[in-house]
């Protein structure tokens, strides 16, 4: 949390888009998967529309929250 907080207030403060190019290049390069994309969603701003019917809630592949995070993020 505290690398992307760090992000963010250089992405607010950088001086043009290859700046901040290069910003969101590092920190991808250096962070895991799952807080990378927990920044996207983040920085996109975005809610994702709903990905899972009601049916496939219950099968037995998304009992794990992260199976269920790995098949949203695809």
Sequence with gaps: MRQFCRLFRQLDRSEGSGERVALLAAY????????AA???????????????????EHTS???SHSDLVCRLLL
């Excluded at 991808?28 to 807080?35: G, I, K, L, M, S």
């Excluded at 927990?38 to 496939?56: D, F």
């Design 28 to 35: 991808f390069e250096t962070v895991p998967a799952a807080d």
């Design 38 to 56: 927990w920044a996207l969603h983040a920085l996109l701003g975005k809610q994702r529309r709903r990905l899972i019917t009601r049916s496939e």
């Design 61 to 63: 592949e998304l009992q």
